[in-house]
C-alpha cells in the first residue's frame, strides 16, 4: 500500500511514517524541509497550491498510484488576534486546511482507482477553542468541516477518517513563550501512539468506516 504523508519529516508525521513502514506499507513523506532519508520524499511548501499539488503527483506517479493520504502536516502562530501579524496568521489557515485540502483534491484521481483512504489531522482545538490560538482554532475548525463534508461526498468511492489528536510530545511546542508550552504535568502522547491509530484506520476492509477519532491525553484540557 502506498501512503502519502504531509508534514513528515517530523512529529506526528514521522511517526506515521515510521508505523506505515512497519506495517509493511510504503510511505510517501512530503515536507516543507528534507526528511528521514529512509523514506520517499518531496519537499513542498503546502500554503503553495501549486507545490502541493505538483508532490502529490510527483509522488504517486513514482509509485505508480497511491492507496491512502494522511494529512498530518501543521503549524501554529500563538498569540492573541491583534498581536499576531496578519501574513503569520494566514499562513496558518494557508498550512494547516488550504494545504490539506490542495494534497486531498491533488490525490482523489489515484485515491478512486484504488478505494483508498483519506485521514486528515485535526485537533481537539478543532471542537473546542482556546484563547491566544485563532489562527490554529480556525484552521483546524475547518478541516473538521472539510472532512465531515468529504465523507458525505466520497462514500462509496473514497474512505474518509477524521483524526482528532490531543497533545503529543513534538517539536509543535519549541520556539514558544513559555506560556503558550505545556507544563510537564500536561502528560502529552508519545505520537507513535497516535501514529498506531491512523495505521488501524487505514487497515480497515473497503466498506468499513472509521469516520472520526479522537485520540488525546487522559489529562487533556481541551477535550471534552
Known sequence: MNVLITGGASGLGLATAEAVE???????????????????????????????????????????????????????????????????????IQVNLLGTAAVVRAALPYLKRTRGRVVTCASTLGLRPLSDASAYSAS???????TRALAVELRGEVGVTLLVPGGMRTAF????????????EAGLNDPADVAATVVFALGRPVGCEIRELVICPDTETSWP
Open 22 to 92: 512497519k506495517e509493511g506499507w510504503r510511505p510517501l513523506v512530503v515536507d516543507v524541509r528534507a526528511g528521514d532519508q529512509r523514506f520517499e520524499h518531496v519537499t513542498a511548501d503546502l500554503a503553495d497550491r501549486g507545490q502541493a499539488e505538483r508532490a502529490v503527483r510527483e509522488l504517486a506517479e513514482r509509485a505508480g498510484g497511491l492507496d491512502a493520504v494522511v494529512t498530518a502536516a501543521g503549524i501554529d502562530a500563538c498569540g492573541r488576534l491583534e498581536d499576531v501579524p496578519a501574513d503569520d496568521w494566514e499562513r496558518v
Open 140 to 146: 483546524k475548525f475547518g478541516v473538521v468541516g472539510f
Open 173 to 184: 511546542f519549541d520556539g514558544r513563550a513559555e506560556q503558550y508550552r505545556p507544563g510537564p
